[in-house]
């Protein structure tokens, strides 16, 4: 089910007016959530509920014996099943065909003539978000990071949280499954600023995303033309507005609705466009993601403690697996070199170069960091590295002559767009949307929320799925 | 932050905001209409999970869809039609799917519009990615999208501002049409001309010409302006070899299971009518399928009663001629027998 959907509302609806009801005491309103989260994942495709019960019933399990195991090998042995199963889930659904692929091609490669048929198999939504998730329960109970969850109710429902299970953010059990302990409320200036969340993500999503930039960058990255530099540039800069408004508008709704409910979620997103360097994008970008794979990958593979060289391994270990994680293809494998890279000169230059950051030079280095983020995003939205490649050339002005394909209006528009992008996140960058609208005239701030609503109304997205709903 | 202040303004000003676009665009003369979606669709497809004896199912493009009525057809027959004509598409994924995929072993109608029968068997081709798009919809879709669509149907009876339609119709009213309405010069080439709405539909895809189009000489004229543009293009040559081959195969396939065919070719007039004698001759195309299937064949041009129809835009008939057209047409086939259900003789 999408959050841009009517079902959606009639779902919330109900769930709301139950939660709400004096029907259910709090356990019986945390099996309520429970159940009404499968029917959110089960409308989408109800056998690959089993996925979710599997993992559950995995991880508890696991969760359980490292609470009470004391020998080190057998609870080595509990954690790797679980990894075993969330990592064999990964590798089955979404990498399996792309092991196939990559397999096929190393035999022709070494002239051994083998053809595989496509296996076809079906991405289960949001796979890699909960297995991340569950899996950060099982890590943490084996470094005794955190108690176990009280009840297998608890559990269950920390695995399978509607608001945020098929994409994010991934929270860790410390964060959300303690607050499931005692009944929730949310507080009328809670329930409120849920609903302003939720307006607000959907306005990023139906319509900054789907209605102004969608259809530019489509237009572009569809094209099999070598194409005009400011075309290229262009279709570049409308899809790092529409993933960042797709994927945060996601976030926000989530993070929105489990306000409604009285549950709080943690920040995905703080304003990454007015990052100054790649350190400072990745504690903005997908935060719940970059803090997994820093506390679960870089950190394990020796982090910055064993010398320079191993830091340096480590931190495109990382970035290279970051990329695999969004996708099964070697493009995304590319994006996150080059994310690797990026954050290995940044690192370099730092040692070399000292300088006080102002106002003045910040948006100069802010805009350079976006600059360079827009590089990497061809990679991530170009389907084949053929594109890729004719892209990054009319990016950097050695294609002449090449087709243009979008249209002046279309230009401006996406200009515009990104230019508000950019500012918004520079003026946002120290504070929140909170602070902001705590100091905002409560009439202007109502006339706001008003034009939001107004313009998802007449945007009528027809349901476009989340890019990060594929990851 | 007092938020309950800023809500009660919100809900206010956003409701009246809607309140008053949905007036405004009542006034500009849009009224409520069903989108001819894909969901539409495949509720018509689901009709043959359990295929009855008494059902006569529709395949082809749009002129079958506007010429054929469909409570005519249930009046004057006493059968069920499954409508499974997609606009601008070949028929031929939906033939594979049907015999492929159903149990149907019924009378099936296909109608016969040579630039899109003819067309291709490359799956990535539009006239062909369209129809196999809806085949593939039917088997894909989810629970959630089943209920968004039934939950959009009052939505889109009642209210005129709800116009989005997967046809990009240039009379649709979404923030994403509005702005494209802006683009102006040349930079990427002409623009093209717009391709207004001119159909009516119901909840089982009876298709009508809208009447806008049929008495209104102007707004017809933008129709025929949008066809000539479209058309006017290099296009690819027709593939009369593969798509012939396609057709028999399946032809016969679902004939082996016990099913009957009907080709139809549906009226034309004017540059559309012109453009088709020429680039697929009547002697080349129609009566070598009609020779190579040995089916029976009805071409409308061998009617005198259909020789002079009203076709506001060239390519489909407008509602009264729909309806003669259809009740026309029941009465030759039972003349002719060919419709077999028992029901109809």
New interface residues.
């Given amino acids: 089910m999408l959050f841009n959907s009517l079902s959606f509302v009639v779902f919330l609806a109900i769930v709301l007016g139950l939660y709400y009801s004096r029907l259910f005491a709090w356990t019986n309103k945390k099996r309520m959530l429970l159940l009404a989260s499968y029917v959110f994942y089960g409308l989408w495709n109800p056998p690959l509920v089993v996925l979710l019960w599997i993992s559950t019933v995995v991880d508890w399990t696991a969760g359980k014996k490292l609470a009470v195991l004391e020998n080190q090998r057998k609870r080595k042995l509990w954690l790797l099943l679980s990894l075993f199963v969330n990592l064999g889930f990964l590798a089955f659904f979404k990498y399996g065909d792309f092991l196939l692929e990559n397999f096929t091609a190393l035999l022709n490669a070494i002239g051994v003539e083998y053809t595989a048929r496509p296996m076809d198999i079906i991405l289960p939504m949001g796979i890699s978000f909960y297995t991340f998730q569950t899996m950060s329960y099982t890590i943490d109970m084996y470094n005794r990071r955190i108690e176990r969850a009280r009840t297998f109710l608890d559990f269950a429902l920390y695995v399978t949280f509607f608001p945020q299970l098929v994409a994010g953010p991934i929270v860790r059990a410390k964060e959300l499954i303690t607050q499931f302990y005692e009944e929730k409320r949310a507080t009328t200036q809670q329930f409120l600023w849920g609903l302003f969340l939720l307006t607000i993500g959907l306005f990023q999503k139906v319509v900054l995303a789907d209605t102004l930039l969608s259809g530019t960058a489509d237009d572009v990255f569809g094209s099999r033309d070598v194409l005009h530099s400011l075309d290229a540039w262009t279709g570049t800069l409308a899809f790092s507005g529409q993933i960042f408004f797709d994927f945060a508008g996601y976030s926000t709704c989530a993070i929105g609705i489990a306000l409604l409910l009285g549950i709080h979620l943690p920040d995905n997103f703080r304003y990454p466009y007015a990052a100054i360097g790649f350190s400072d994008l990745w504690r903005r970008w997908h935060i719940s993601l970059s803090s997994w794979l820093r506390d679960y990958l870089y950190i394990p593979l020796g982090g910055n403690r064993h010398g320079i060289t191993r830091m340096y391994v480590a931190l495109t270990l990382t970035m290279l697996l970051g990329g695999l994680w969004h996708g099964a293809a070697w493009t995304f494998v590319v994006w996150g070199a080059l994310h690797g890279i990026y954050l290995i000169v940044e690192r370099l230059l730092r040692g070399a170069i000292k300088i006080k950051i102002n106002a003045w030079n910040g948006i100069i280095l802010a805009l350079l960091t976006y600059t360079c983020v827009n590089i990497t995003w061809v990679f991530f939205r170009a389907r084949e590295f053929s594109t890729a490649k004719n892209m990054i050339l009319s990016m950097f002005f050695l294609n002449e002559d090449g087709k243009k394909v979008l249209y002046t209006f279309d230009i401006i528009k996406v200009m515009l767009v990104i230019l508000g992008l950019f500012l918004c996140h520079w003026v946002m960058r120290n504070t929140s949307m909170k602070a902001v609208a705590g100091k905002t005239n409560p009439w202007v701030f109502g006339v706001f929320w008003a034009l939001l609503f107004f313009f998802i109304v007449i945007s009528q997205g027809s349901g476009e799925q989340f890019i990060y709903f594929q990851f | ?14 409701l009246l ?2 309140i008053g ?1 949905e007036f405004y665009w009542r006034a500009q003369d849009r009224l409520p209409n069903i989108d001819d979606n894909k969901d539409l669709w495949a509720i018509q497809r689901s009709k043959l999970k359990n295929p009855s004896d008494d059902q006569v199912v529709f395949i082809g493009s749009s002129r079958i869809l506007f010429d054929i009525q469909n409570d005519l057809w249930r009046k004057h027959t006493g059968t069920d039609p499954v409508m499974l004509a997609v606009q601008g598409s070949s028929p031929l994924p939906v033939l594979r799917d049907i015999v492929e995929n159903t149990d149907f072993k019924g009378t099936m109608i296909v109608g016969v519009t040579s630039g899109l029968f003819f067309s291709t068997t490359f799956p990535e081709a539009p006239p062909w990615k369209r129809a196999q798009s809806k085949v593939e919809y039917f088997n894909d879709r ?4 089943r ?2 669509h039934q ?2 149907i009052p ?1 889109q009876k009642n209210l005129a ?4 339609g ?1 046809e990009n119709w240039d009379t649709d ?4 049409t509005l ?1 494209s309405h ?4 040349e ?2 080439g002409p ?1 093209p001309s717009p391709f207004n709405l001119f159909e009516e539909v119901s909840l089982d895809r009876n298709v009508q010409m809208l009447e806008r189009a049929t008495n209104d000489t102007a707004y017809a004229n933008t129709i025929k302006v949008a066809w000539q543009d479209i058309l006017k293009g290099d296009r690819p040559p027709p593939d009369k070899a593969s798509t012939m081959a396609f057709f028999l195969e399946y032809a016969t396939k679902f004939q082996e299971k016990g099913g009957q065919i009907i080709l139809v070719r549906c009226p034309s007039n004017g540059w559309f009518k012109e453009i088709e004698a020429k680039a697929f001759a009547r002697s080349e195309f129609w009566d070598s399928l009609v020779l190579q299937s040995k089916l029976p064949s009805y071409h409308y041009d061998d009617y005198p009663q259909f020789r002079n129809l009203n076709l506001p835009e060239w390519s489909h008939l407008s509602k009264e001629d729909a309806d003669f057209f259809t009740t026309e047409l029941i009465s030759i086939f039972k003349n002719d027998g060919v419709l077999t259900n028992p029901k109809t003789k």
Wanted: charged share 20%.
């Fill in positions: 932050m007092n938020l309950r202040k800023s809500f009660i303004l919100a809900s206010a000003l956003g905001a809607v676009w989810t629970y959630a999208q209920l968004n939950l959009s939505l501002f709800i116009r989005a997967e009213v979404d923030l994403k702005l802006q683009r102006k010069g930079r990427a623009l």
